[in-house]
């Protein structure tokens, strides 16, 4: 399977001034496709729109100074994106049409791997112009990996991150693992505790997750609160700002860390050969609405794991690992009594489960987990419904990492 490796770069101002100007152009491109299919224009297809480039560069010169393979990759992008729209359509989802890209997100660089050259740790990125294509006024990057490149990579992304650093992703293949084992491991995706599972023998595992949010929301929320009493674009103002992208993204990358490490530890270390889980795509709705509803007394109950992240994670690294991981209907599972199949209300404040019928003591998470597992053995009988997690997209995922908070 493909997967993406990300080493940080050293650049130099100079170049990540061209860097800069290259992601912005390439989003001008982008944006204003996207304006115009907006606006009701038919995509033509990512070979008709990369036709249309020439007319693009007269009417932008500029576009010129931009390695030419980045700006078609814009093209592909776009197809992508429409692509995925017309799935999403047709399969009577919540079709959500491609975005215009913000400004302070970095456009993501996709090199193809002929294209640039890794010489031990140091990388040339090539830029626009240059030879029959005329003048070059910027010069190509020399940048500096931290790490050593992996091998027979097929695509570098270049990416910011919100501390301006610099990173490149190499694409390449790894082998997946077979799994000889076997056995089955539940999980309850929780509120209080990551994840707790359970397997077969009644054995529980509990996963914690990054558990600093409340204090980084805190220092985040002052920020905020003294950046509202400044004259806005004065230099306090843009101060408090850099420290808020900054803190942010220190948030960011401590609740990344931690769900790396979490979904290693059940795709790889943990025995078991099958992953079961929840299908979190209704209990999202749930808490969104109620993040609206009340939005700071929300804060204390709810930890904001990132749980789609965390899925995703263990999608790839379940199939790198070679266990399987499989997605059932969890409704009802928090309320239901795992030994007399009772069903009583269970708000989120209340974290053990007591049983009104039987009398069932037990914890609210390790409840639901034993659930998810009866239910997932229960369809195991003569009509197997297994239903797969696609591998997330590598591409779509590089850029999750690089979602902004917008203030
Ligand atoms: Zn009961």
């Known amino acids: 399977m493909l997967i993406s490796k990300k080493i940080r770069l050293e650049v130099s101002e100079q170049d990540a001034a061209t860097l800069e100007f290259m992601q912005g152009k390439c989003r001008g491109l982008y944006n204003w496709w996207v304006m115009r299919l907006r606006n009701g224009e038919k995509w033509p297809g990512w070979e008709e729109a990369k036709k249309t480039l020439q007319a693009s560069k007269e009417y932008d010169p500029e576009l010129c100074f931009v390695y030419g393979k980045l700006l078609h990759e814009v093209y592909f992008r776009l197809h992508k994106a429409m ?112 994840a707790v599972g359970v397997n077969e023998q009644g054995h529980f595992y509990h996963i914690g997750g990054f558990t600093g949010h409340q204090w980084y929301n805190k220092q985040l929320d002052k920020l905020r609160s003294k950046r509202a009493h400044c004259k806005k674009g004065s230099r306090r103002y843009k101060h408090l700002s850099r420290v808020y992208k900054r803190v942010s993204q220190k948030k960011r990358n401590k609740q990344h860390d931690c769900l790396h490490k979490a979904s290693h530890l059940i795709a790889h270390t943990l025995v078991e050969s099958t992953v079961v889980i929840g299908d979190l795509s209704q209990r999202q709705m749930v808490t969104k609405e109620h993040a609206t509803r009340n939005k700071h007394r929300n804060r204390a109950v709810y930890n904001d794991w990132g749980l789609y992240t965390f899925v995703q994670m263990l999608a ?11 997605v059932l209907d969890e409704r009802d599972t928090s309320k239901m009594c795992s030994r007399c ?42 009509h197997t419904e297994r239903i797969s997690v696609r591998c997330a997209d590598v591409f779509t995922a590089i850029d999750d990492m690089f979602t902004y908070e917008h203030i």
């Open 316 to 326: 790839y690294k379940c199939l790198l690992y070679g266990k399987e991981l499989m």
């Open 341 to 382: 199949g009772n069903k009583q209300p269970m708000p989120l404040w209340k974290r053990t489960y007591r049983c009104r019928e039987c009398g069932l003591i037990m914890d609210r998470d390790e409840n639901s987990a034993v659930n998810i597992l009866m239910r997932f053995l229960a369809r195991l009988g003569p």
């Open 83 to 194: 692509d995925a729209f017309f799935e999403r359509v047709k399969q009577g989802q919540k079709p959500g049409f491609p975005r215009v890209r913000p400004r302070h997100c970095f456009f993501t660089l996709i090199y193809p791997a002929t294209y640039l050259k890794v010489e031990g740790k140091s990388i040339r990125l090539p830029t626009g112009g240059g030879g029959r294509h005329g003048p070059k006024r910027y010069p190509d990057i020399t940048a500096t990996l931290t790490e050593a490149a992996p091998n027979g990579y097929k695509e570098v992304a270049i990416s910011r991150d919100g501390q301006g650093h610099y990173y490149a992703s190499f694409v390449h293949e790894v082998k997946e693992e077979t799994h000889e084992q076997q056995g089955i491991v539940a999980l309850d995706l929780g509120i209080k505790t990551l």
